[in-house]
T-cell receptor, first 115, second 109 residues
Framework: GAVVSQHPSWVICKSGTSVKIECRSL??????MFWYRQFPKQSLMLMAT?????????EQGVEKDKFLINHASLTLSTLTVTSAHPEDSSFYIC???????????FGPGTRLTVT | DAKTTQPTSMDCAEGRAANLPCNHS???????VYWYRQIHSQGPQYIIH???NNETNEMASLIITEDRKSSTLILPHATLRDTAVYYC??????????FGTGTSLTVIP
């Protein structure tokens, strides 16, 4: 089946620094990728939709200048959390859409802790 | 926003069928019903999806009411490894999933 990977699986960074999270579709091409954020004991919240070669579409309330998304190829999307603060500490999950209208495959998630 | 409502939590005895309900009274004609589950600190795992007809795969069965306003996910023989949060999602073709609160299923030995 389709596999989506994320790197790193966990990261600790200091407040004020930036951190990049990679999302890769390993065995299929994904024209669309999605980024979610999940706080402890809460559900997943869609942050943005990224399409290969175009600007990402952000959900209401998500700061596009803080969460930079790049989808430069059909197998890679990156999320950069800029000037991270402790409140950005969360579990970040990506997913990739396949060729069918109902295919979406999730990555294993990245645990970000900002100290 | 999520278009579904689910009970917050449920328990099920190991080996018995787990029936997880979901209400989606505002579902549109072209929207599918998806079920995913999330085991602690992992990404969501696809279980099953359907449009109008009941569906079955190796993991579960999905029963959708005739008016499509609700559905039930059935795990026929629950095991301890089925303990997870189960999410019911309705979506058309954009693949933008808006997750609700889900149902935390605990399988009891």
């Amino acid at each position: 089946g389709a596999v989506v990977s994320q790197h790193p699986s966990w990261v600790i960074c200091k407040s004020g620094t930036s951190v990049k999270i990679e999302c890769r579709s390993l065995d299929f091409q994904a024209t669309t990728m999605f980024w979610y954020r999940q706080f402890p004991k809460q559900s997943l919240m869609l942050m943005a939709t990224s399409n290969e070669g175009s600007k990402a579409t952000y959900e209401q309330g998500v700061e596009k200048d803080k969460f930079l998304i790049n989808h430069a190829s059909l197998t890679l999307s990156t999320l950069t959390v800029t000037s991270a603060h402790p409140e950005d500490s969360s579990f970040y999950i990506c997913s990739a859409g396949g060729t069918g209208p109902y295919e979406q495959y999730f990555g294993p998630g990245t645990r970000l802790t900002v100290t | 926003d999520a278009k579904t409502t689910q009970p917050t939590s449920m328990d099920c005895a190991e080996g018995r069928a787990a029936n997880l309900p979901c209400n989606h009274s505002t579902i549109s004609g072209n929207e599918y019903v998806y079920w995913y589950r999330q085991i602690h600190s992992q990404g969501p795992q696809y279980i099953i999806h359907g449009l109008k007809n009941n569906e079955t795969n190796e993991m579960a069965s999905l029963i959708i009411t005739e008016d499509r306003k609700s559905s039930t996910l059935i795990l026929p023989h629950a095991t301890l490894r089925d303990t997870a949060v189960y999410y019911c999602i309705v979506e058309s073709t954009g693949n933008q999933f808006y997750f609700g609160t889900g149902t935390s299923l605990t399988v009891i030995p």
